[in-house]
């Protein structure tokens, strides 16, 4: 057996926990310390040399922290927030790329302009693990952290695409084009989302048939490398399509896995990420000096110093830049005399719903019930773009928030061996997100602190799910019926049991806290009759999801309560 191998991981572990640690208490990001602490480990006498494939981090760490990020974003924000996050991922991401490619061609000799954008697509990507870290410890708003972690979990797929271009460009005839470029990224997009949704989608179908949480977990594992694989081989982007089985399996796994399968899930995951994350932060840190040795013959102090410097610069006049376009049509868009003139166009849909005669059929119910919730959600996102606005302050914070993580070291060390300047752009890219860490990692901190963001109090969060539960169970009893006209194999139910559930037990159900009738010949009947409320109430809960009259985090407060009710009544 391997003892230094055992000893290395265990002080891997142990440097992690102390990292996450020393953060909370100083408010230092873990990434940076880690890398740090990489950094250090690398010079100690007797370290181990430490070869990490970049294949390893692309193929098999970057699709677990994907899928376990896009299952827990909500689709509702993700929705409301898609033209800002896509300008971001994509255009931002592209454009990053070409501008930094021109500048260091022109700037550096030796660097061809396909190497130069090889350089700026694998900068290009934000890592979101720092800045949310600290937004969240801070209190950033959720609308914010909804942006920087949807631009994370996207620009990562764009960049690896014009990575891929730009490095078969360098060794093809006829150099980069911006057709070339466009049909790849097209059919990298296509085909990823279609792999995603597949993948998605017929895994919720089995996993929902398991009725293990263990075996459920255990199929989720694979979830990411079921659709990383065959994206990859079919020459679309892996990541993307990892993203997208990620969302789709946080949207249904609302409706078709248990409480217990979820909470299981949740747990395991919240794990798995923090060790994944920090080994590659750790590790990060500690290829510097391979790097370095890489470089020595290729390079001077000087010239690789400049380039990063440049590379930086252009990043962060690149992102503020890029921002301003967001800044200004969002200023317009949640504008007053908009926002009135939406509401005016609801309305005015709304009285042509009611002037409708009654349906005929179940079919025209159910495209009239379909009306009114597309009606009901488009007033909930102005009500939200009013209520929720992403201020100045807000766009200077996500300007600032330019933090490189490990996947850019990773996808520079993909550039194919033996084309000229490889160690050069290598080494800086990995000088840059470590420069990038450290510079915003630091001063983020003191300037969300600065901004003075106001979220929601206590009290307001209280009200938000007292109101939302209110609303469900309202919804629940006109769903399910009065307690006195239900039934249990077509028999009616005991007058004294349906109203002992009417006064004692429903509202303690309705309000999340759930209750178990102990008379021993009852336990059954209101087992059922409970389960069936819940049940309703459920529906109701992820069609108001649907909606978005409240904030996310509302609804995943309601549905914590829903399930705490759920595996009370499972264990019963």
């Known amino acids: 057996m391997n003892h230094q191998l055992l000893l290395v991981v265990g002080a891997a572990l142990a440097i992690m926990v102390a990292a996450s640690v020393f953060s909370r ?69 592209v454009v990053s790329a070409v501008v930094i490619g021109a500048v260091v061609h022109l700037l550096f000799s030796g660097i061809p302009f396909a190497l130069g954008v090889a350089l700026g697509a694998v900068v290009s990507p934000t890592d979101a693990v720092a800045a949310t870290a600290i937004g969240r410890r801070l209190g950033l708003p959720p609308r914010l952290m909804t942006v920087l972690e949807g631009e994370s979990l996207v620009n990562d797929a764009s960049a690896l695409v014009v990575l891929r271009t730009a490095t078969a460009a360098l060794t093809a005839a006829g150099g980069l084009t911006v057709w070339s470029t466009a049909v790849d990224f097209v059919w990298a997009v296509a085909g990823a989302v279609g792999i995603g949704l597949a993948v998605g989608w017929l895994t919720v179908l089995l996993r929902q048939r398991l ?34 089985a990620g ?86 868009a949640r504008g007053s005399d908009r926002g009135e ?40 996102d102005v009500d939200f773009e009013q209520r929720e606005p992403i ?60 901004m003075d963001f106001r979220s929601a109090d206590g009290v307001e969060r209280r009200d938000a799910v007292q109101a939302l539960l209110r609303q469900v169970g309202e919804s629940a009893v006109d769903a399910v019926g009065p307690v006195e006209e239900q039934t249990i194999d077509g028999e009616p139910v005991d007058p004294a049991l349906a109203s002992r559930l009417r006064e004692e037990v429903l509202p303690r159900l309705l309000a999340g806290a759930g209750h178990l009738d102990e008379h021993p010949g009852a336990v059954e009947q209101m087992l059922i009759l409970q389960r069936r409320y819940l049940d309703a109430m459920r529906d109701a809960l992820l069609t108001e999801r649907d909606i978005g009259a409240y904030p996310s985090d509302t609804y995943k407060r309601v549905e914590a309560m829903l399930d705490t009710v759920e595996h009370r009544l499972d264990r019963s």
């Open 25 to 93: 208490r100083t408010g230092i990001a873990t990434p940076l310390l880690l890398a740090v602490l990489g950094i250090g480990a690398s010079y100690l006498p007797g370290a181990p040399t430490v070869d990490i494939s970049p294949e390893v981090v692309l193929a098999g760490v970057l699709p677990a922290l994907l899928y376990a990020s896009a299952v827990n974003l909500p689709v509702l924000d993700v929705r409301r927030n898609v033209s800002l996050i896509g300008w971001l991922s994509i255009v931002m991401v």
């Open 211 to 244: 009725d293990d949480p263990v075996l459920n977990t255990t199929i989720s594992f694979a979830v990411p490398f079921l659709a990383f694989v065959p994206a990859e081989e079919a020459g679309v982007s892996g990541v993307l399509a990892v993203v997208v």
């Open 247 to 332: 969302l789709v399996t946080g949207t249904l796994g609302s409706r078709r896995f248990s409480a217990r399968d979820r909470q299981t899930q949740a747990t395991t995951w919240t794990t798995a990420s923090f060790v994944l994350e920090s080994a590659v932060f750790l590790g990060m840190g500690y290829q510097l000096p391979q790097l370095l040795e890489a470089a020595h013959d290729e390079t001077t102090v000087g010239r690789i110093s400049a380039l990063v410097v440049v590379v930086v610069a252009l990043l962060l006049v690149l992102r503020f830049v890029g921002l301003l376009w967001p800044a200004l049509t969002g200023r317009a």
């Open 341 to 380: 003139a939406l509401r005016a166009r609801y309305d005015a849909f709304e009285e042509k719903l009611d002037a409708m005669s009654p349906p005929a059929d179940e079919r025209e119910a159910s495209r009239l019930g379909w009306a009114r919730r597309r009606l009901a959600r488009g007033r909930a």
């Open 391 to 450: 201020t100045g302050r807000g766009y200077l914070v996500l300007a600032w928030a330019g933090m490189r993580g490990v996947v850019t070291v990773a996808a520079a060390q993909t550039i194919p061996e033996g084309t000229p300047q490889r160690a050069t752009v290598v080494l800086a890219a990995f000088l840059v997100a470590l420069v990038t860490l450290v510079l915003f990692g630091l001063t983020l901190p003191w300037l969300i602190a600065r």
